[in-house]
């Protein structure tokens, strides 16, 4: 089956500055990457998703990329705020398979 | 409607009680997931269900037994739980299995005491 590593575990960061998380799948099949944020105490939250076929994605302040042929992508925030502190966790889902496949999560913090 | 929402929020039970979890989403979603989380880990899927059937259950122990009334509600019957068991348990739904997005309940806090 699918195998998600993500890196790293925790992350802090100043306020204003970028953050990089970064993930490794090991299914070639796989054609789908989403990321969740979840806050302390809430639900897992969708904030932004890539599919095989293209290599990259942006949505104001963050951004996703995608390199099948290194099996990695990787999530990136740019000017980070306070309401950016939480968990991040990536996950993968190989095509034809209902199961999607977490990474272990980030702990991202920013400093104000 | 654009939520999943479950209940309760919080339970407590004893290892002989019976209890059940409740998820219900009113987008039209026809594939819907039930998932295990404990504390400073991912989700951890237990049980897929498409177009009221099970599809997927993830080698979970019989203590824990799904239920798909509908399309619109999701079920997670509680039987003779072990402390081990005390998680956060979510629901999420999606469009079909095929479609890409899943959306993710509050979740119920759940002790076995």
């Known amino acids: 089956g699918e195998n998600v590593e993500q890196h790293p575990s925790t992350l802090s960061v100043q306020e204003g500055d970028s953050a990089v998380i970064k993930c490794t799948y090991s299914?070639?099949?796989?054609?789908?990457f989403p990321w969740y944020k979840q806050e302390l105490g809430k639900r897992p939250q969708l904030i932004i998703d890539i599919r095989s076929n293209v290599g990259e994605k942006k949505d104001q302040r963050i951004a996703v990329t995608l390199n099948k042929t290194a099996k990695h992508f990787s999530l990136h925030i740019t000017e980070t705020q306070p309401e950016d502190s939480a968990v991040y966790f990536c996950?993968?889902?190989?095509?034809?398979?209902?199961?999607?496949?977490f990474g272990t999560g980030t702990r991202l913090t920013i400093i104000p | 409607d654009t939520e999943v929402t479950q209940t309760p929020k919080h339970l407590v039970m004893g290892m002989t009680n019976k209890k059940s979890l409740k998820c219900e989403q009113h987008m039209g979603h026809r594939a819907m997931y039930w998932y295990k989380q404990k504390a400073k880990k991912p989700p951890e899927l237990m049980f897929v269900?498409?177009?009221?059937?099970?599809?997927i259950n993830e080698s979970v122990p019989s203590r824990f037994s799904p239920e798909c009334p509908n399309s619109s509600l999701l079920n997670l019957h509680l039987h003779a739980l072990q402390p081990e068991d005390s998680a956060l348990y979510l629901c999420?739904?999606?469009?079909?299995?095929?479609?890409?997005?899943?959306?993710f309940g509050p979740g119920t806090r759940l002790t076995v005491t």
């Open positions: 999420a739904s999606s469009q079909r299995t095929s479609a890409y997005e899943q959306y």
């Open positions: 299914d070639s099949a796989s054609n789908y």
């Open positions: 996950a993968a889902r190989p095509f034809g398979n209902e199961k999607l496949t």
């Open positions: 269900y498409s177009y009221e059937k099970l599809s």
